[in-house]
């Protein structure tokens, strides 16, 4: 087993791969049903079509095995443990969210366990205000009555309150570190007595040596969100890891919920809530998005028009915010219509403008001046 830990320990570290590339290999190995080592063994690697400066890294990597062999061996003396990607003690979630992107190996300290249960992820700013610290305590202590696992990345402000949240009420965390697991004694020593009772599993996906950095810390945001099933934001600026965080997950159509902020509060969360986030409040509790509120606020002007036609019902409702084909489908109760339909039947309307936003389109209008004659075909 030693032996195998070895040369997964050492594909993990080959330099100028990326992680893809090697979850790429390691699909190779399976299809053709070898392992690892047999990769490795081989002078040609199985045969694999890899550019010579692919093939020149791991050549490199395979003259290094004895010093990776040595690691590992110290890592397992000293209660490290470390999880192959095609292991079933990995993550299924990460490997879920990430995909070719999963790392290849976790290195970990603690309850193997917490990688299988259901778990959330609560991030924010590490100069988080008041408010923001209450709504991740809030968050933390409802995950635990529903025996989630709460992830955090370990940096001072939300993070460690969710952390100790999460310990206080009896729950669970995994702490995802922005270095590598041997360079976290102290905070082993620390949490020592919730890593044996199986409250707290310990993981780090970087080499095992590695001293913190701005470039890790920056990495290990991804495996936080990556770990969680549910995302909860606390509190954002306009840039740095939580909006990079929050925004690309948007992009990659996972739901995110933000915390409403407080009038005249600093932050960027209002932005994301604009962006397609889930608005919560201070209690995690979901409430209605900037735009859903703007739609059941305005509907029912446009609605009350029974015999207004549907053109002018459309007109109505743009005329006081841009909205998605559904929010119109479902705001002005048309559900004959289907998103095709809609869409097609405000391509040809006038004076209707779209707006793209990632992969979603809103619409609105171009003017505040609506046509006078409208020559529409369904």
């Given amino acids: 087993m030693n ?21 790429e290999i390691v699909a190779f190995c399976f299809k053709q049903g070898k392992t690892i080592v ?16 692919e093939a020149d890294l791991l050549q490199q990597t395979k003259s290094e095995l004895a ?14 443990e470390i999880i192959p990607v095609t292991s079933k003690e990995y993550s299924s979630i990460l490997k879920s969210n990430l995909k070719f992107n999963s790392p290849i190996v976790l290195y970990t300290k603690g309850n193997k366990q917490i990688l299988q249960e259901k778990s959330i992820a609560i991030v924010g700013s590490r100069n988080a205000n008041e408010n923001s610290l209450i709504f991740t305590d809030n968050v933390a202590k409802k995950a635990a009555s529903e025996y989630k696992v709460v992830v955090s990345g370990f940096a001072k402000g939300v993070d460690k309150q969710a952390l100790d949240s999460a310990l206080a009420y009896k729950g669970q965390s995994i702490i ?16 020592y007595k919730q890593i044996i009772e199986g409250d707290v599993l310990v ?20 495996i936080i969100y990556g770990l969680a099933s549910d995302i909860y934001a606390a509190q954002s600026d306009d840039k740095g890891g939580t909006w990079c965080g929050v925004t690309d997950g948007l992009k990659k159509g996972r739901i995110v919920y933000v915390r409403v902020p407080e009038k005249g509060e600093k932050c960027a969360n209002q932005i994301l809530i604009s962006m397609g986030a889930t608005s919560v409040d201070i209690e995690g509790n979901v409430v209605y998005t900037s735009i859903e ?7 029912t002007e ?35 219509y289907s998103i095709q339909k809609m869409s097609s039947f405000l391509s040809k309307m006038k004076n209707i403008s779209k707006i793209k ?11 505040t001046k609506r046509p006078t004659q409208l020559s529409l075909m369904l």
């Fill in 203 to 222: 993981l780090s996906t970087f080499h095992p040596r590695s001293p913190w950095s701005v470039d890790l810390a920056m990495a290990r945001n991804s």
């Fill in 293 to 299: 509120q703007e739609v059941a606020l305005n509907i």
């Fill in 302 to 336: 446009s609605q009350s028009s029974a015999n207004d036609n549907i053109e002018d019902r459309i007109y109505d409702l743009l005329s006081k915010g841009s909205y998605s084909c559904k929010q119109i489908i479902e705001g002005l109760n048309l559900s004959d």
């Fill in 3 to 23: 032996q195998e830990l070895t040369y997964w320990v050492a594909l993990a570290h080959t330099p100028k791969i990326w992680t893809a590339r090697k979850n």
């Fill in 67 to 80: 010093n990776y062999a040595f690691m590992v061996e110290e890592l397992l003396d000293q209660g490290y």
């Fill in 357 to 367: 936003e990632g992969k979603s389109t809103r619409y609105s209008l171009e003017t």
């Fill in 176 to 191: 995802v570190l922005p270095q590598g697991i041997t360079t976290f004694s102290s905070g082993i020593k620390k949490y």
């Fill in 38 to 53: 047999d990769f490795f063994s081989s002078d040609l690697f199985l045969g694999m079509e890899l550019t010579s400066q």
